[in-house]
Nanobody
Framework: QVQLVESGGGLVQAGDSLTLSCAASGRLYSSAIMMWFRQPPGKEREFVAGVRWGYGTTNYADPVKGRFTVSRDKTENTVYLQIDRVKPEDAALYYC????????????WGQGTQVTVSS
């Protein structure tokens, strides 16, 4: 069973950049879509960005386009989420997930990493 472990969260100043990592413990299929979700305090979890493990093509939620960059390193078995020009509204628990489609609930989730923003 593959496990996903996120890291890189913490306290960040508004305007700074931050990179989150998601390390997979086992082999990921080329057809897998690796996704990032976030859940702000008191709100529902929302899709942020995704990358196809095989081809590397990316997909972003409209609110984060231009500031977030998702990527994957197949040699490191790791997915990254770079957040530029961090805003207070980026504060959330960020989850890494894996699935076969953007239109279905992911089948595998990490435990999440907390991002706190100071302004």
């Amino acid at each position: 069973q593959v496990q996903l472990v996120e890291s890189g969260g913490g306290l960040v100043q508004a305007g700074d950049s931050l990179t989150l990592s998601c390390a997979a413990s086992g082999r990921l299929y080329s057809s897998a879509i690796m996704m990032w979700f976030r859940q702000p305090p008191g709100k529902e979890r929302e899709f942020v960005a995704g990358v196809r493990w095989g081809y590397g093509t990316t997909n972003y939620a409209d609110p984060v386009k231009g500031r977030f960059t998702v990527s994957r390193d197949k040699t490191e078995n790791t997915v990254y989420l770079q957040i530029d020009r961090v805003k207070p509204e980026d504060a959330a628990l960020y989850y890494c997930a894996s699935g076969s489609s953007y239109y279905a609930k992911p089948t595998l989730w990490g435990q999440g990493t907390q991002v706190t923003v100071s302004s």
